[in-house]
Structure formats: structure tokens, C-alpha cells
């Protein structure tokens, strides 16, 4: 089994900038994608952004140039920079992972994070 713990979200103001962490822990043989979703009330989760171990990211439109995901592979850790958050980016922030477990480095499992509450104030 694997386990994502989620950090970093809270309340902040728009224009104003957070750091959320996502940490994999567990029987990990490799991590391939790693991302962030999101899902505000209401509505369904979306991709905000990606990276694949070996670096190449993708991102939401409405979040390019504003939010950057980054990886420590040493660490089995991904981070996303937001920076210029908008009331619209108010939204329960989901860590997810594909691994490939000690178990079975030839399967990919999907993991998610319990979320974390992300709220931009106007």
C-alpha cells in the first residue's frame, strides 16, 4: 500500500500565493505521473497539473503561468506553486499518484490524497 499526504493549503486572499505538498509514502518501487486536481462544490474534479518523472508537465489553462508543479523524485514528494490565486481557485485540492509498488514494479496502481481545502477570498 501506498499513502499521499497532503499539506500547505489554508486561506488566502486573492493575488496572494500558496505552496501545497504531497509526500507518497509506502512500499514504493518507482513513481511515473504525479498531479493535482481539484474540486470545488458542485462541480467535477480537473486536472490542475502533471509531471512525469522524468519532468515534462502539463498544465490547466486557466491555472498556466500562474501555478508551477514540481517533483524531489528523492523524496517521492510534488509540489504546486500558486501564485496570482483567484476566488475561482477555491477548491478541495486531491494529490495523485501512479505507482508501481515492491509488490509489482510492472503494475501501475493510482493513488489519491485525502485533499486539502484551498479558499480564495475576493
Known amino acids: 500500500q501506498v499513502q499521499l499526504v497532503e499539506s500547505g493549503g489554508g486561506l488566502v486572499q486573492a493575488g496572494g500565493s500558496l505552496r501545497l505538498s504531497c509526500a507518497a509514502s509506502?512500499?514504493?518501487?518507482?513513481?511515473?505521473?504525479m498531479g493535482w486536481y481539484r474540486q470545488a462544490p458542485g462541480k467535477q474534479r480537473d486536472l490542475v497539473a502533471a509531471?512525469?518523472?522524468?519532468?515534462?508537465?502539463n498544465y490547466a489553462d486557466s491555472v498556466k503561468g500562474r501555478f508551477t508543479i514540481s517533483r524531489d523524485n528523492a523524496k517521492n514528494t510534488v509540489y504546486l506553486q500558486m501564485n496570482s490565486l483567484k476566488p475561482e481557485d477555491t477548491a478541495v485540492y486531491y494529490c495523485?499518484?501512479?505507482?508501481?509498488?515492491?509488490?509489482?514494479?510492472?503494475?501501475?496502481?493510482?493513488?489519491w490524497g485525502q485533499g486539502t481545502q484551498v479558499t480564495v477570498s475576493s
Open positions: 509506502g512500499s514504493i518501487f518507482s513513481i511515473n505521473t
Open positions: 495523485n499518484a501512479d505507482v508501481s509498488e515492491s509488490r509489482s514494479p510492472l503494475v501501475n496502481y493510482n493513488y
Open positions: 509531471a512525469t518523472s522524468a519532468g515534462i508537465t
